[in-house]
């Protein structure tokens, strides 16, 4: 079935720091979700991807979608405190049906 | 995102007792979904549903019952608790296919 691989599982960086989470795909995603839970928090979205090789800019958050739609890639530039949490990715390929990568866990370290 | 709300927030049951988790939304989004969060598994599909009385299975059903009689209820009931069922549980309603998932504050389980 579907499967969404994530990766790395935890990532600790100074604060400072960049930082980088990628989620790939076996098949062609017909679209990309991202989301972020704060501990003890419950996962909130912040963007979508759509179409091939689209990148998105939130601030210091940069999203890209590949070019062959079976990856994309989260990146975070200068991490702060405020960005600890996990950060997820998710897939429906047309469907109602979402698919959640297993997250990568991010610690900042100041 | 106070449109979504899930009770109760905390609870400890026994193995074999029946536990109903609620859910309710007040966005009167059609989708609704319930997933279980686990160390190591990310968020896995319980049930979905893409309208009142339209229910389907997702990733990992077995031991668990779903009903939509109305577009803002979506409940989740474990039949009869165990042990491997001790997780936090999240619902969560969408406008429409692919769009952004709003997702409550959690539940969490514990079966002892």
């Known amino acids: 079935g579907q499967q969404v691989m994530q990766i790395p599982q935890y990532q600790h960086v100074q604060e400072g720091e960049d930082f980088t989470t990628y989620c790939n795909s076996s098949t062609t995603l017909s679209n990309i979700q991202w989301y972020k839970q704060r501990p003890g928090g419950h996962p909130v979205f912040l963007i979508q991807?759509?179409?091939?090789?689209e990148v998105k800019k939130q601030k210091r958050l940069t999203f890209q979608f590949g070019e062959a739609k079976k990856n994309s890639s989260l990146h975070i530039t200068a991490t702060q405190t405020t960005d600890v949490g996990t950060y997820f990715c998710?897939?429906?390929?047309?469907?109602?049906?979402?698919?959640f990568g297993t997250g990568t866990r991010l610690k900042v370290l100041a | 995102d106070a449109g979504i709300t899930q009770s109760p927030r905390y609870k400890i049951t026994e193995t074999g007792r029946q536990v109903t988790l609620m859910c309710h939304q007040t966005w009167s989004h059609s989708y609704m979904f319930w997933y279980r969060q686990d160390l190591g598994h990310g968020l896995r599909l319980i049930y979905y549903s893409a309208a009142a009385d339209i229910t389907d299975k997702g990733e990992v059903p077995d031991g668990y019952v779903v009903s939509r009689s109305k577009t803002e209820n979506f409940p989740l009931t474990l039949e009869s608790a165990t042990r491997s069922q001790t997780s936090v549980y999240f619902c969560?309603?969408?406008?429409?296919?692919?769009?952004?998932?709003?997702f409550g504050d959690g539940t969490r389980l514990s079966i002892l």
């Open positions: 991807l759509v179409k091939s090789g």
């Open positions: 998710a897939e429906t390929s047309g469907t109602y049906k979402y698919i």
């Open positions: 969560a309603s969408a406008k429409g296919v692919n769009q952004p998932q709003h």
